[in-house]
């Protein structure tokens, strides 16, 4: 089946606007998480959806910074008024959800913000 | 709280040499754990796991033990190849505490031939 996808692939914006980044977690997960990678760094969490629980925010470094998931299924990333440092590839992962733990992971978005 | 931690890199080695990578962990309950690589231009895939204590997570000649008495869960392997170079990430998750993962830095490895 297909795995984690996610678009656009890559996205250049300029600084002070907003940005959309979709997440299509594989058929049947129920944990859907969002993940920032800066260039030679590690992965820095961002916020963690389970089926209908509110969202894991915790890992949001501003209020320009939000995520919704529609049910169990597609998540948007939205990152307003944006920022160069905001410049990274944002990744998503899935999971079967509580109690599963493996997570399987999409290609990224890389974004820039010039 | 939880936390990972894992050697910093880059690490160089020549083909054929042994590889360790060392990866601690902090955490409340009883944690699974994970190394994930990334190889160039790729996305994160899992490498091996091991969910409880004791456990030997193996795959493609990498080998880790999860060894909760040093809170460790250090990634080998006897013989690298030119191919192994990629960046390495431990990992935790927490399945009875909201499913979390925490990941580490990453360590980057390069095989030379």
């Known amino acids: 089946g297909a795995g984690v996808s996610q678009s656009p692939s890559n996205k250049v914006t300029e600084k002070g606007k907003d940005v959309e980044l979709r997440c299509d977690p594989i058929?049947?997960?129920?944990?859907l998480y969002w993940y920032r990678q800066r260039l030679g760094q590690g992965l820095e969490f961002l916020i963690y959806f389970q089926g209908n629980s509110a969202p894991d925010k915790s890992g949001l470094p501003s209020d320009r910074f939000s995520a919704e998931r529609t049910g169990e299924s597609v998540s948007t990333l939205t990152i307003q008024r944006t920022q160069q440092e905001d410049s990274a590839v944002y990744l998503c992962?899935?999971?079967?959800?509580?109690?599963?733990?493996?997570?399987?992971f999409g290609p990224g978005t890389r974004l820039t913000v010039l | 709280g939880n936390s990972v931690t894992q050697m910093e890199g880059p690490v160089t080695l020549s083909e054929e040499a042994f590889l360790t990578i060392n990866c601690t962990y902090t955490a409340t309950g009883y944690p699974s754990l994970f190394w994930y690589v990334q190889y160039p231009g790729e996305g994160l895939q899992l490498l091996l796991k091991?969910?409880?204590?004791?456990d030997k997570g193996s795959n493609k000649g990498f080998e880790a033990t999860y060894r909760k008495e040093t809170t460790s869960f250090h990634l080998e392997k006897g013989s690298v190849q030119v191919s192994d170079s990629a960046v390495y990430f431990c990992?935790?998750?927490?399945?009875?505490?909201?499913?979390?993962?925490?990941f580490g830095t990453g360590t980057s490895l390069t095989v030379i031939p």
């Open positions: 990992a935790l998750n927490t399945p009875n505490t909201g499913n979390q993962f925490y």
């Open positions: 091991a969910t409880k204590a004791d």
């Open positions: 992962a899935s999971s079967l959800g509580a109690g599963y733990n493996e997570q399987f």
């Open positions: 058929s049947g997960h129920t944990a």
